[in-house]
């Protein structure tokens, strides 16, 4: 396949049920009605020149290129922003258009430099290709006088250069800066001539500017003003593969432009429906930790961990690996071993894993690292709903009037879903946040929360009962929602519950730090503001009551009927990539994939029947679980892929504890993570820009995967899944994950109408596909609950066991940030460390002032469990008492601090809520001094001098 | 640093309790909890220790987990 730029149709599509028909140098051409004369040419297959409109940026007509001549119309009006009318005769073609389209092209071009050749663009240049299109051969008006051809160029992003000699002031870059992500970085500064574009104050460059790194002025921006630097080292892309972010649950597509085996860019997507054309600095950009240097390549092992790495061949690792865990089983029994499925592997892969424990070690002891982040949302939903999912697609926020968000960034968090949403809010939907920090969406540009309510750390069930007791005892319920769709009964059981005065806004205040006033105008929003949608984050899950939380979440839009349409619905926005997907596909002890609990005698004889062995009735460990037995001795060996649960869980200490406990611990990975300091057997894995496969989204998308260059450690991950099963006696032979799909699909009820096929055809695919959803759900709960009537939850609040008193008098709650992602381990192998160095701590004033710190000092931050440092950042986004930080840095060991409680229904742990004391400190703890030796004498590979630096 | 202990299990069995005091069969919700995520090594283990230090709700379910499986066999 050669390279082609995505086609581009000028202006956006437009949703109308009237259709207009017209003719176009004669071709007559239906279209919705609004749409442009631009557009519908293009639709023809014709194409107008233009250089100042792209389809997806609003229309602007300011270079007047697109000039055309419409029958019983005066002039030439500008294609790009004159709709079609019915019967209207358009050409687009005419010596008179010819002449003035030259002339305009001549103008533009005399003040840009003439180096085509050896221009990084050339060839993949919007004005060289419209200079052609127009005829332009000579410039008439010549170089001199002034122009902008000595202008320097801006280097400061680490990702893209801006060299203003080859602007021509079209303003796309601006635009879409504003438009499609919102941070309104750029401006036109001064006037005709002399205007350039500019990011933000004259002294600024890119990198200090407000500027996020999204990429969206790069990708239409029509000449190489902005352009990767990439393109700029390696050259223009020869050919490009659609496949999907590896990174966060927003689940953004892209096109990986290639040239030969080499990687040149990353360009979203247009006809991605979960990004529609966005992109993030992660995704976008991130993506060089696939080529460094610190990734595994051979396997190695060790037969205990204070030895170095001995790197072997393929063969035998898996041979010793297969004999550990054979040796283990026959000496301690089969629930002594267990396994971690990946929420950033494939579906495919996940589903492999928790096979080869089922059906391969004989035991239900799996689990994901969902665990520890959304596993509240699963219980939560199934419970109240009937499904482990969120109940909305992400175009449905175009029609939400109130937007709910609590417990989470998305503006960090899901940066390309919170640009949509803020296209919304800027249309004029209102906004409530519920958050202990105040977030950049409570206040951005042209945006403003209509309530920002911030409550203390660990009080999310009370502020939910106050909001439910406000619609509830103000008559703001919608009861026929309720009789028709809900269970009456339970549904008046809990309005008495929520009613009581002592769930009411004012008697809890006290408790949650949050006005009454607001409290209740917020509820009142939200219940009679229109459509309202719930938005969620971890900030919700991973609390003592993360699943109440959750219920307590769906018994309000139950409540107020906001739920089973468009602009409505609970949304659970996911961390990772694959966080949907690994649930669904059986990642967890008690459940079998599509959420089927393993004591179902039915489901078992399914799969007991495709897998020719019997699968145990009862549930198995869960990490922490697993981990508290490895303590005790009963827990042997854990086969964990693609997560670094040293890093990722709490309580640190614990968990190092419980794997140092093990006799094999298996890590595939692409790097040494943190857990495989404890390891026995290094896997090296792939990344996803080398495999083939399936990711899930926060919508229930299916979106394919695909391989853009062969795996450089030589598998792809399922294939070494499989071999590891075929060591340990197993008959396996995919030839390929689609066989892997079919498999899933023969088993599980929401994707019987799923293959690669399909994915390929249509791009992706939202679960429930089924008879009754033959072509996917993008809304769920329409006609009904999935469970039949929706199920009322009382939720009570019940305080956290992790108080704050006169030795750990603060709250620390944990979060992160744009352009890092979870553990750093990808992430901070990029350039992307330009804007997160390290991990800081967020302190209020008042509290800083107290303790005598400033920012940019080092803090010891001490909790019962335990006690790190890293720099103080003073700020009142945090309120009084409680202080904030990320955990994306190693070194940091944030999790070192926080504490063992879990959430009462999965265990999920309460990562939102420490008690801790902030003191100044000159530098690291003993943890951390030794901890880091003891990583770097784990990290030792024999026969090379290879000690990665973290 | 501590494993699986009676007390670890407790306080969970205790803490499950406390949130569902308010469902409307509080006793045979928790018991039905506890069976479908618990293995049945951590229920065993808690059911052996008969001054677990369990709250009277915890206990009752607890009770009723175990009558459960005495008629499972
Ligand atoms: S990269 Fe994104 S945030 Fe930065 S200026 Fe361009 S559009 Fe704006
Ligand atoms: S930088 Fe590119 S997109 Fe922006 S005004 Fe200049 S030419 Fe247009
Ligand atoms: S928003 Fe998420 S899925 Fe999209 S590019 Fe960024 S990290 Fe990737
Ligand atoms: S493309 Fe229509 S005015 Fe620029």
């Not at chain 1, 769906?554 to 409505?568: E, F, K, P, S």
């Not at chain 1, 009904?784 to 956290?800: I, L």
């Not at chain 2, 494993?3 to 306080?11: D, F, I, M, P």
């Not at chain 2, 928790?30 to 951590?42: D, G, L, Q």
Request: hydrophobic share 35%; charged share 20%.
């Amino acid at each position: 396949m050669g390279y082609e730029r995505q086609a581009d149709f000028g202006t956006p599509e437009v949703r109308s049920d009237q259709e207009v028909t017209c003719f176009i140098d004669g071709r007559e051409v239906s279209v919705p009605a609004g749409t442009t004369v631009m557009r519908a040419a293009a639709l023809t297959g014709g194409s107008i020149p233009k250089l100042c409109a792209t389809d997806n940026l609003r229309q602007f007509g300011s270079c007047r290129l697109c000039l055309v001549e419409i029958d019983g119309m005066r002039g030439t009006p500008a294609s790009c922003t004159t709709p079609v009318a019915e019967g209207m005769k358009v050409h687009t073609q005419t010596p008179r258009l010819q002449k003035l389209r030259k002339g305009v092209m001549e103008l533009y071009i005399s003040d840009h430099p003439l180096d085509c050749l050896t221009c990084s663009a050339n060839n993949d240049c919007e004005l060289q290709d419209q200079a052609a299109a127009v005829g332009l051969r000579d410039v008439r008006f010549g170089y001199e006088g002034e122009n902008h051809l000595g202008a320097p160029t801006d280097t400061s992003n680490p990702y893209f250069d801006f060299d203003p000699s080859k602007c021509i002031v079209c303003s796309r870059c601006v635009r879409a800066c504003d438009e499609v992500q919102g941070t309104f970085a750029l401006t036109i500064e001064g006037r005709g001539f002399g205007s350039k574009v500019s990011a933000g104050l004259a002294s600024d460059d890119y990198f200090s500017s407000e500027c996020v790194s999204c990429g969206a002025c790069v990708q239409a921006c029509p000449t190489a003003t902005l352009q990767e630097k990439a393109v700029k080292e390696i050259g223009k892309p020869e050919r490009a593969v659609v496949t999907t972010c590896a990174y966060c649950g927003v689940g953004c597509t892209f096109r990986a432009e290639m040239r030969g085996e080499q990687l040149v860019r990353m360009v979203p997507w247009k006809d991605g429906k979960a990004n529609r054309g966005h992109s993030c600095v992660k995704g976008r950009f991130a993506w060089g930790y696939a080529q460094h240097q610190e990734r595994i390549l051979s396997p190695m092992i060790r037969e205990s961990i204070d030895q170095p790495w001995r790197e072997v061949n393929w063969e035998e690792a898996l041979t010793y690996t297969a004999n550990e865990i054979n040796r283990i089983r026959d000496q301690y029994g089969r629930n002594a071993l267990g396994g971690i499925t990946s929420s950033r592997c494939t579906n495919e892969e996940t589903f492999l894993v928790q096979k080869l424990i089922r059906a391969g070690f004989g035991t239900n002891n799996v689990d994901t690292c969902a665990r520890v982040c959304h596993s509240p949302t699963g219980y939560g939903l199934k419970t109240t709903f009937g499904t482990s999912a969120g109940t909305q697609d992400f175009d449905s926020v175009e029609d939400s009037d109130v937007v709910l968000v609590i417990g989470a960034n998305p503006t960090d968090g899901h940066p390309v879903f919170a640009s949509r949403m803020k296209r919304r809010l800027r249309q004029g939907a209102k906004l409530i946040v519920i958050d202990p920090r105040r977030t950049d969406l409570v206040r951005s540009p042209h945006i403003a929360a209509d309530y920002h309510l911030p409550l203390r750390p660990g009080t999310n069930v009370a502020v939910l009962t106050a909001l439910a007791h406000v619609i509830v005892t103000e008559g703001l319920a919608d009861e026929a929602f309720i009789r028709e769709r809900c269970d009456w009964d339970e549904y008046q059981h809990w309005a008495e519950f929520v009613s009581a005065e002592r769930n009411s806004p004012e008697f809890l205040a006290p408790v949650t730090g949050v006005e009454a006033d607001a409290i209740r105008g917020a509820a009142r929003l939200y219940a009679s503001g229109g459509n309202g949608a719930i938005y969620y984050g971890l900030g919700v899950t991973e609390h003592s009551q993360g699943s109440s939380t959750v219920m307590a979440i769906a018994n309000l839009a139950m409540a107020t009927g906001n739920i089973g349409r468009r602009g409505v619905g609970v949304n659970p926005l996911r961390g990772q990539n694959n966080v949907q997907g690994a649930c669904d596909m059986g990642s967890f002890p008690h459940e079998l994939s599509g959420y089927r609990h393993v004591s179902d005698a039915a489901t078992r004889a399914l799969f007991e029947a495709e897998w020719g062995v019997a699968i145990d009735p009862e549930p198995g460990l869960r990490i922490p679980n697993m981990l508290d037995a490895a303590t005790d001795g009963t827990f042997k060996a854990i086969y964990i892929q693609g997560e670094d649960i040293l890093q990722s869980d709490p309580d640190t200490k614990h968990v190092a504890a419980g794997l140092a406990a093990m006799e094999c611990v298996i890590v595939h990975d692409l790097f040494l993570n943190e857990t495989a300091n404890y390891a026995h057997v290094f896997l090296p894995g792939s990344t996803f820009l080398e495999k083939n496969g399936t990711f899930t989204n926060a919508e229930r998308r299916i979106q394919p995967v695909r391989k853009v260059m062969e795996p450089i450690n030589g598998y792809e991950d399922w294939q070494v899944t499989q071999e590891l099963a075929r060591a340990i006696g197993l008959d396996w032979n995919y030839t390929h994950p689609s066989e892997i799909m079919d498999e899933i699909a023969r088993l599980t009820p929401t994707f019987t109408g799923v293959n690669y096929k399909r994915l390929d055809a249509e791009g992706s695919l939202q679960w429930p596909v089924n008879d009754k959803a033959p072509d996917g759900s993008p809304i769920m709960h329409v006609d009904g609950f999935v469970r039949g009537r929706g199920k009322f939850v009382v939720t009570d609040y019940v305080p956290t066991d992790e108080r704050t008193g006169p030795r750990f008098p603060l709250l620390l709650t944990t979060g992160r940030i744009l352009s890092q992602y979870n553990v750093g381990a990808q992430t901070r192998r990029t350039a992307n460390s330009v804007w997160h160095e390290e991990d800081l701590l967020e302190i209020h004033p008042t509290d800083a002032e107290n303790r005598g710190v400033k920012s940019g000092d080092w803090v010891r931050l001490a909790s019962r469990s335990g006690e790190t440092t890293l720099r103080a950042h003073v700020t009142d986004r945090v309120a009084p008492g409680v202080v904030y930080t990320t955990f994306h840095h190693p070194a940091t060991q944030a999790n070192v601090v926080t504490t063992d409680y879990s959430d009462w229904a999965t265990n999920c742990p309460e990562y939102k809520v420490t008690a801790v004391q902030i003191t100044p400190s000159n530098g690291p703890s003993d943890w951390q001094e030794d901890y880091e030796a003891q990583a770097t004498l784990s990290r030792r590979i024999e026969g090379t001098a290879m000690e990665p630096a973290e | 640093m501590s494993g699986q202990t009676v007390e670890k299990l407790a306080y969970m069995a205790n803490q499950i309790a406390r949130n569902m005091t308010f469902d409307a069969t509080p006793a045979a919700s928790i018991a039905e909890h506890i069976t479908a995520f618990w293995t049945p090594v951590m229920i065993d283990m808690l059911l052996a220790q008969s001054n677990a230090g369990l709250d009277p709700l915890a206990a009752e379910a607890m009770a009723k987990v175990a009558a459960a499986r005495a008629h499972a066999g």
